[in-house]
């Protein structure tokens, strides 16, 4: 079998759910879209039937940065 790199790993937004907590976050499907619509989301790069992929990687970024934004703003 043919290992992943973390950057090829695709996940969908219910996914997103429990990486966000394994990182302390605690947030709902609804702010999950919520983000998807900003600018600085990362961009769907798949899709699975009904649900877009996105790579892991970006979105652990992602959330790395909102955590670093809300540090700052307190």
Known sequence: MEVLKERDV???????LGIA????IFISKSTIHRWAN????????????????YERSQ???YLKRI???I???H
Request: net charge positive.
């Open 71 to 73: 540090e700052e703003d």
């Open 10 to 16: 695709l996940i969908n937004r219910t996914q997103m």
């Open 59 to 61: 979105f652990v970024r």
């Open 67 to 69: 955590l670093r934004k």
């Open 38 to 53: 900003e600018s600085n989301f990362p961009l769907a790069v798949g899709k699975d039937g009904l649900k877009l992929l």
């Open 21 to 24: 907590r394994e990182h302390r």
